[in-house]
């Protein structure tokens, strides 16, 4: 009997190897526990009956191309659309022998921290139902905490991997941009758009992370990797210099039991030997937000102009061309895509595109600046993941604000192309409390390896209690 | 008061690389509709552009024979806007960081040089074609469907926009012609006309001679030939002036000529007010071409056609120098052994007219043709010269069984030609010596074209006054 919700994937590889599971069975496992438990979470989008690989199974986000396999972004305008390609990560998965055990709920085009937003329907929380998951990457992160896959790939714009990992117990990297081949994913904001890994452990992350890491000739925008993934061992944290940002840490909204659970968390690496100080980011916290609600809808507004009716997915057809393109639009997105549409549309309009977009730009150099500045003294800053826990369905749907300032912490390092790892790091009110490392360009390895020492002597259990 | 045209083109030229401009799609316009696409220039979710190295390469030949600086970032820009043709809702295109810029294309003309700045050559993806079916004009609006080719989306384009330094419709057409065979000899497009591989929109205004201002221009679109555009180039100026002499106002409006009938009222469409929310491409990367790549690019250039008309002009005159380079013919006729004027004279007319291919001809044996045109019978000359591209031709072989000079095997046909027309005979002994081309015209129709007419009218001549 396969207990998938404590399995982790490497525990996976090694029943696989030992021939003590076949890939099969272990798809099977996931499957059953998906019939199981999937339709009060609705994790899922679809799910695949006949796998391909003798690997550890993985759930997709429903935002990454699968030949022959629905790809909706959780939108309307997309239902029914199946790829003729894969993505470069989904083909990197095919490749590494990983079946394929369904694509996961989101905000529709990732646009969203709740995954409300999905226009089938949201994802619910594995600690507790009445509560949303988080998002974009709800549903990767729900079916990783419910035992619904062993892993799972997700994306992240402002923190849509990093926020649903810190509300459901998991862990996920949102990894420096350009390291992970964008060929293949509904693109949201091309400049901010990252896939990465979910899982219930840092070295599943790393391992993950290793397979669909590297330049692909398909994405100009990605590089070669200075240096191989490697899977963390550290157990300590030896000469390590944290640095904990003021603005990140005391910014209005964190909650007392967020903050206590991370206070905890930076005690303990202080006990494994890291060395502690306080830094400051000032104007990355202070307009951070604001810039990424510019910078974002105005690149949503023009990657979301493909979908038009004429090649593929939804059409209203209605005498001329532009009136077919209007119906079409307006009954294939839901509020928050339009929203973004038009904030961005505005943003680049003659007149507004200095004031707005370009000025943003400039400030998304000055909050490079300010990160780099930091790690001149520190090799990581650490934060809360989220503010808050999750919280309950409906509770913002009504305020897009509130909803936007779920992302205020984890936005500014994603506007400096920043890679970040949020692992749980303890329960507030019975929920999961995200602890946030961002480090450097390119120092995954670093940041693996201290999520990996703090992962163990925080000795957070993943299984939601109700699921026990 | 005399009015000055102010001409500024943009000029659009498909590049001939073998692939598309971001994917790897086979450029091959002609082929059946949408047998050239894939995920990216059909714009599928997820789809990103990698821009074609050649291409870009070639743009930058292309600048230095504009004489453009090429600076040491150029980048992409998105171009948004709604159309079936445009399938991912915005082009990528270049705007304020373009790869070649600043450059001087010299237009040579009879009375010295033509200095026409250039404002930008820029890289570009072109659109889909559309086809409107049912509904009036062809066009999308009141159109039954609209069927979309794929094939051509995605192609790369140079858009190459000029100052407003042209100062005639004659010398646009120069600059166009020339600027063509520039292109076609760099071997980066086949710049056809007919194939929409070159395209181009004129801006026109007028201003009184002498003063600098810029006056409210008008946009020719749909400009299909270099005459018709030279044309339509006189007509906008004469309307203008009309206009301003009348004491009206020049309004800012596209015209669309319609090709066939040049007589026509230009068709006026104003200019939907269109805002194309440019933005940088985020994904792609600055184009950061390195000084070694442009330096080595720039030492690729050959000879442009604009040195080479001065160069020729000295042998055969301006006229015949530009008609020779623009038509791409000069290359042949500085093959040619034999006297300049009269080689240019017959590559420029005769072999333009036949259709000769330049490769195929033998030039030293049509040189030899060409020295003996005024021994030969015009249409034997003509044949001459089309039997030159043939394998084996032999000038000497050909024009002895082409052309009858002896006069043992002519003297019995004019004399029975003398003896069948008595009476012109009389008539011209009597003398109306012009009957003298009757009885050449005669002897040509009985030898089949073949007799030398040199020979003939000697011999003529000789009888006649016998």
Known sequence: MIDTLRLTAEEAIGLIERGEVSGAELHRAYSDAIAERDPELHAYLCTVDEPVGGGVPIALKDVISTRGVETTAASKILAGYKPVFDATVAARCKDAGLPLLGKTNLDEFAMGSSTENSAYGPTRNPWDPGRVPGGSSGGSTAAVAAGLAPWALGSDTGGSIK?????????????????????????????????????????????????????????????????????????????????????????????????????????????????????????????????????????????????????????????????????????????????????????????????????????????????????????????????????????????????????????????????????????????????????????????????????????????????? | MNWEPVIGLEIHVHLKTRTKMFCRCEVAYFDPPNTHTCPVCLAFPGALPVPNRKAVDWTILLGHALGCRVPDRAIFHRKNYFYPDNPKGYQISQYDEPLCVDGAFTVPGPEGDAVVGIERAHLEEDAAKTIHVGGAEGRIHGADRSLVDFNRCGTPLVEIVTKPDIRSAEEAKQFLQLLRQTVVELGISDAEMEKGSLRFDVNVSVRPEGSDELRTRTELKNMNSFNFAAKGIEREVRRQVEIWESGGEVEQETLHFDPGNESAPPLRSKEEAQDYRYFPEPDLVPLEPSRELVERTRGKLPELPSARIRRLEAEVGFSLAEGLVTSGRDELYSRIPGERAAVANVVMNELAALGLDPAAVDADELGKVIERRGEIPRTAFTEALAASASPGFSADRYLAEAAIADVGELDPVIDRILSENEQQVEAYRGGKEGLLGFFVGQVMKETGGKANPKVVNERLREKLSA
Request: net charge negative.
């Open chain 1, 163 to 468: 926020q649903p990992a810190a509300l459901c117990g998991v862990v996920g990297l949102r990894p420096t941009y350009g390291t992970v081949s964008r060929f293949g994913i509904v693109a949201f904001a091309s400049s901010l758009d990252q896939v990465g890994p979910i899982a219930k452990t840092v070295r599943d992350c790393a391992l993950l992370h290793r397979v669909i890491a590297g330049r692909d000739p398909a994405d100009s925008t990605t590089v070669e990797l200075p240096e191989p993934i490697e899977i963390p061992e550290a157990e300590d944290l030896e000469g390590l210099r944290i640095g904990v940002p003021k603005e990140l840490n005391e910014a209005d909204g964190i909650e007392p039991g967020v903050t206590e659970a991370v206070n905890r968390t930076i005690e303990l690496a202080r006990e494994l030997g890291a060395e502690v100080g306080e830094c400051r980011l000032p104007r990355s916290v202070e307009y951070g937000l604001p810039c990424y609600y510019l910078i974002a809808p105005s690149e949503a507004s023009s990657n979301l102009a493909r979908y038009d009716g004429v090649r593929y997915g939804l059409r209203v057809e209605n005498g001329d061309v532009r009136t077919m393109y209007d119906r079409t639009r307006d009954a294939g997105f839901g509020d928050e895509p339009k929203r973004r549409i038009m904030l961005g549309t505005y943003a680049l309009s003659a007149g507004y595109y200095e004031a707005y977009y370009g000025q943003a730009q400039k400030v998304r150099t000055v909050i490079r600046q300010e990160h780099d500045a930091a790690f001149e003294q520190f090799d990581v800053l650490v934060s809360p993941t989220s503010p808050t826990v999750a919280f309950e369905l409906g509770a913002r749907t009504a305020n897009p604000l509130a909803m936007y300032a779920a992302d205020l912490l984890t936005i500014p390092s994603n506007m400096a192309g920043l890679p970040g790892l949020s692992i749980p790091c303890g329960l507030s009110e019975g929920l999961p409390v995200g602890f946030q490392l961002i480090g450097p360009q390119f120092s995954e390895n670093l940041l693996f390896r201290a999520g990996h020492a703090l992962e163990r002597v925080i000795g957070f259990d993943f299984v939601p209690e109700r699921l026990k």
